[in-house]
């Protein structure tokens, strides 16, 4: 499969969609038997290890550009990393990754209050039927810490996928990365610290596992999106859902219930539906976040403008690739950039 043609590329992303689930499955899992702030870190050392192979594209002339955003987007990440194990922990499968799918949504609301971009009416109906989802899915007369920390998460992918265009341009994502995760190491041992439970090898696997998993799910969006316009392939991203579903249902005999399939059709229906409708002929060429993108967010080019990508009209396959990466973990290319973390 080397993504070349439209089906491969498809095939790709719903391989690696599978990937990024079973990732979720092991993080649910151990969530009860092991350590909440010594599994994350332990998380993030593993995830610096995978990194140890390309260290070469990091530039060491200007090691520490950019300290003070990716210090910020590190302790965001953070955040969003516990209210994820949180979530997975005491949600159902599928529904925790509903809610995740509000990222793409948050995206585009914080784009407009940060930024001041302009929403067209497509997008605009997008925002508020993929909130009013996430009200259907957490009912706020049951609303429980759970379903606030699976919305805390969507929340810390959005905004560090906002900041990303306040990284220095020139930064390679193994330079990016490797910032934002050794920045966000020091409050994580210091939390596993203060939590005082006894080395779990147990907690080492799982990381591990984890972090690998996601790193499939980065190299095959990587692939993906490199030969093929997005705007073609976009779609197959929302099958993640579908995966989440099934496994919830093999492995943990998780039935949702009809508020999960309302809620989840307010969230994902729209954004497919422009991921759609982006493969009209006069409509290609855009980056997936324009329409929405995976429930991990996707990410604009650093230091560019939605409203720049759009004046240009056109977007180069490489282009597609530095806009795509997923928060929490590595993508093995200089020329992707990570979302969040």
């Known amino acids: 499969m080397s993504g070349r043609t439209v089906n491969s590329a498809i095939l790709l992303l719903v391989i690696g969609n599978l990937l990024a689930i079973i990732s979720d499955v092991i993080i649910k899992w151990v969530s009860g038997d092991v ?110 810490w759970a379903g606030l920390a699976a919305l805390g998460l969507a929340v810390a992918l959005a905004v560090n996928a906002v900041l990303v265009r306040k990284l220095p341009r020139e930064q390679s994502v193994i330079h990016s990365l490797a910032l934002n995760y050794l920045l966000a190491l020091p409050a994580a041992v210091t939390l596993a610290l203060i939590e005082g439970a006894p080395l779990d090898f147990s907690a080492l696997n799982a990381a591990f596992g984890s972090a690998l998993f996601i790193l499939g799910y980065n190299m095959t969006v990587i692939l993906a999106y490199r030969h093929v316009d997005a705007s073609r392939v976009t779609a197959a991203e929302y099958t993640g859902l579908v995966w989440a579903f099934m ?89 992707a950039r990570c979302s969040a973390d």
Request: hydrophobic residues 50%; aromatic residues 8%; positive net charge.
């Open 35 to 144: 350590a909440l702030f010594q599994f994350i870190a332990l998380r993030l050392v593993v995830t610096l290890a995978l990194l140890l192979p390309f260290v070469g594209m990091i530039d060491r002339t200007r090691l520490f550009e950019g300290t003070r955003i990716h210090l910020l987007r590190a302790h965001i990440g953070l955040g969003g990393i516990v209210c994820m194990v949180i979530a997975l922990g005491a949600l159902p499968l599928a529904t925790a990754n509903a809610i995740f799918y509000a990222a793409p949504v948050l995206v585009m609301l914080f784009g407009v209050l940060l930024f001041g971009e302009k929403l067209r009416r497509s997008s605009l109906l997008t925002v508020i039927s993929g909130l009013v989802g996430v009200l259907v899915i957490l009912r706020p007369s049951e609303l429980n």
């Open 247 to 335: 496994l919830g249902w093999l492995l943990f005999a998780e039935l949702p219930d009809a508020w999960f399939w309302l809620g989840a059709t307010l969230i994902v229906g729209p954004l497919l539906i422009q991921a759609l409708r982006h493969q009209r002929p006069g409509l290609k060429r855009r980056l997936p976040v324009a329409v929405g993108g995976s429930r991990r967010a996707t990410d604009y080019p650093a230091g560019r403008s939605l409203a720049e990508i759009r004046d240009e009209g056109t977007i180069t396959p490489r282009e597609v690739a530095r806009g795509r990466a997923c928060d929490e973990n590595p993508a093995p290319d200089p020329s």
